[in-house]
């Protein structure tokens, strides 16, 4: 039976809808695009809804249902449904209790139910008023045979959800839950003309553009989209201080006066791996105040079993968890008020990913959160490279018309030739050329996520400009509140507000901010302490000296001179095991002072010896020359063909193969930035450009030999100037 929409909506009934909804969810109001979005549905309409987290997709999912039903309405005509697919278990199983505790009848089918076979039947029947299930789930044959086919059910759906909508395009593949890209089949199962909210906070318009082709929906369907601006959360990104595997860079979060857990803001660490989220929590706790349960760190990943999970989600929920190392698996749709800070240790996967887990931030306007990313300075070399190069061969919309072009290369006022990218003997005769494995081309819509990933974290420029040119958000619907008093933008927009804490290891570990040493003495306890020990070293004293007198009469002490020193080296003693901590402190803090000091003026020197020694490398590079040939040709400098990256469109065949790209004129670029620390990273450019020439061309070839000659110069003049500057070699 075909769905019934409504002409005319009646305005009483809409009142109540919202008034009801506001009651049951203890909310003041509604905001326009809950009431647009279901009143869509009542009228027939798909909608797409793109919404920022915290903005209430799931109150316009349920809108709809209050128009005919509300908790204790036993109308039989009322009993109406809204089905929902969605990613997460969790999320799901979490979402039905609560609907329930609400007096509103749901259901979550999952993996973890009893008996599915008995609670799809129950479905059909019409016992729920909102039914939660997978895309596994919701394509099977039992559940079209239980459910879809009963006339209970179809007569009474009227709407059909799918939260979390960009899965349809992130996880829709042959790879990972190809279910996502099928969900047109339940929609073809479903009454014809049921309409279709599709709900998400990160869908930009390329991503719409996929989920509309992939669940075959109208092109016209309604679009309620409103910004997905986070002007609440400080946007960073921070290059490591020390070695990824120490996370000892992760100390600046810990607050120097760590009395308590609340002193720590509920935190969530982004990781890509299981083995390096079980190490942060190990870290965390180890490095946590002795008198500060480490228990209040754990981590999160799929491999936990679910009553873990539940354990997890529950104790960040209220409040004693403060800080939680995991993957992608915790977050996605979780209504978590209390996180105030996301750290995502190193790039993840997409840019989408990267707003997702920064949208777990302080869920509430008023609130103000922070997320930081960090990354390496080798990687952050290498994203500016393939950002150039992802620059140069995307041609995108006309939002994007604007981007600069690559620069051109310039040796003694020529240009380079870019196309110059595999000698002309091996193009002549393909045959010759090794089997190479080739990286797997990007899409359309995944290079233009790197891009965008790229350019959030090199610019130099506000964070904030990829973020909402990606996403569109200058023609969307405003948020409906600014940014709270003291709200930082970035780092780039206001580097003052944004310090980073030098963090210095010590005899192999890290400092730890907040553990104070143990057996401070309070001023009482050591008055106490000294009288004691005055009153013994007298009766000390007066056995040895005066063995047959037995009273010391109280005149004034004229025994000084003789046992004054013993007295002073006792009490002395005594200080010793009852310290001033806070001169201590005092004094450490002083000795630090001087030492950060000692080594920004170290650093400082060290820098300007090493663009001195890079600078005399590129010379003796540039000045290595190929004689003229008898035939005629004219001398040329072997370097010509490394100053620049090879044109894209031309040799796409390199950036399959190539994984790093490198130039000679990046290498300049770079070794005149704080990015190159050492000899040692300096060096390592230079391989990889090197390492690449011998991989992409044949062995024996004009430019392979060149590459290993170059090499050569370049690792004695390294080493040559290095000594000449007393700077550690390589």
Request: proline letters at 6%; hydrophobic letters at 40%.
């Amino acid at each position: 039976m075909p769905f019934a929409p409504l002409v005319d909506l009646d305005p009483q009934k809409l009142g109540i809808a919202s008034s009801k909804l506001c009651e049951v969810f203890g909310v003041s109001s509604l905001r326009p695009h809950q009431t647009e979005t279901g009143q869509n549905v009542l009228k027939g309409i798909s909608t797409i809804l793109d919404i920022p987290t915290g903005g209430g997709k799931t109150l316009a999912y349920w809108y709809p249902l209050f128009y005919y039903w509300a908790p204790g309405n036993t109308d039989k005509n009322s009993q109406k449904i809204i089905l929902v697919v969605g990613p997460l278990t969790a999320l799901m199983e979490s979402q039905a209790t609560s609907l329930n505790e609400k007096g509103v009848p749901a259901v979550a089918i999952t993996s973890n139910s009893k008996n599915p076979e008995q609670l799809l039947q129950d479905v059909g029947d019409n016992k729920y008023r909102i039914v939660l299930l997978s895309p596994e789930m919701a394509i099977t044959s039992k559940f079209h045979e239980l459910v879809l086919s009963n006339k209970s059910f179809s007569d009474n759906i009227i709407c059909q959800v799918v939260d979390e909508g960009h899965c349809i395009t992130e996880w829709g593949n042959d790879d990972f839950r190809p279910e996502f890209s099928k969900l047109h089949l339940l929609l073809g199962r479903l009454p014809s003309g049921l309409p279709l909210i599709v709900g998400s906070a990160t869908m930009p318009r390329d991503v719409i553009d996929d989920i509309v082709k992939k669940l075959r929906l109208r092109a016209d369907c309604v679009r309620v989209s409103v910004s997905n601006a986070k002007p609440n959360i400080a946007l960073s990104v921070r290059i490591l201080q020390h070695p990824q595997d120490t996370f000892a860079d992760l100390m600046t979060f810990f607050p120097r006066n760590f009395r308590v857990p609340e002193d720590f803001p509920q935190t969530l660490f982004y990781v890509d791996g299981r083995i390096e989220v079980e190490k942060i929590q190990d870290f965390l706790r180890h490095n946590c105040p002795e008198h500060v349960n480490n228990k209040i760190f754990e981590f999160y990943h799929r491999h936990i079993s679910e009553k873990q999970k539940k354990i997890i989600q529950d104790r960040i929920e209220n409040g004693t968890l403060r800080g939680v190392a995991t993957t992608d698996a915790l977050g996605m749709g979780m209504d978590f008020q209390r996180i105030m800070r996301v750290i995502l240790w190193m790039l993840p996967r997409s840019f989408l990913s990267l707003v997702q887990k920064i949208g777990r931030c302080v869920r509430l306007a008023d609130l103000l959160g922070e997320a930081v990313l960090y990354i390496t300075s080798s990687a952050f070399m290498r994203y500016e490279i393939e950002l150039e190069i992802l620059k140069g061969d995307i041609a995108d919309d006309a939002d994007d018309e604007d981007a600069p072009e690559p620069p051109l290369d310039l040796v003694e006022g020529e240009q380079m030739d870019r196309d110059a990218a595999v000698d002309a003997d091996d193009e002549a005769n393909p045959k010759a050329a090794p089997k190479r494995k080739s990286k797997k081309a990007m899409s359309a819509m995944e290079a233009r996520d790197r891009r965008f990933l790229l350019e959030y974290v090199v610019t130099t420029d506000c964070r904030r400009i990829p973020w909402n040119k990606f996403f569109g958000n200058d023609s969307k619907l405003a948020l409906p509140y600014p940014a709270p008093p003291g709200a930082r933008c970035c780092d780039n927009c206001t580097p003052d507000l944004f310090p980073v804490e030098t963090i210095r290891l010590v005899g192999g570990s890290t400092l730890k901010p907040g553990r104070r040493r143990q057996g401070k003495a309070s001023d009482e306890e050591l008055i106490s302490a000294v009288k004691e020990t005055l009153r013994t070293t007298r009766n000390d004293i007066a056995r040895r000296e005066f063995p047959n007198q037995y009273i010391i009469t109280a005149v004034r002490w004229h025994w000084a001179p003789r046992f004054g020193a013993e007295v002073v080296a006792v009490i002395q003693d005594l200080l010793l095991q009852h310290p001033d901590l806070e001169a201590e402190a005092r004094e450490a803090e002083r000795r630090d002072r001087a030492f950060l000091e000692l080594q920004v003026l170290a650093e400082k020197d060290l820098r300007k010896k090493l663009v001195v020694i890079f600078d005399a490398c590129h010379e003796a590079i540039l000045n290595q020359t190929r004689p003229a040939s008898k035939a005629g040709k004219p001398a040329e400098k072997i370097c010509q063909i490394f100053m620049a990256l090879p044109r894209k469109t031309a040799w796409p065949a390199y950036y399959q193969i190539i994984k790093y790209p490198m130039s000679i004129a990046k290498i300049k670029q770079f070794s005149h930035t704080k990015h190159v620390k050492s000899t040692t990273e300096y060096a390592m450019l230079w391989h990889i450009l090197f390492q690449n020439a011998q991989e992409f061309n044949v062995e024996g070839s004009q430019i392979y030999n060149d590459a290993l000659f170059l090499q050569g110069v370049l690792d004695k003049t390294l080493a040559e100037q290095a000594e000449l500057h007393s700077v550690p070699g390589i």
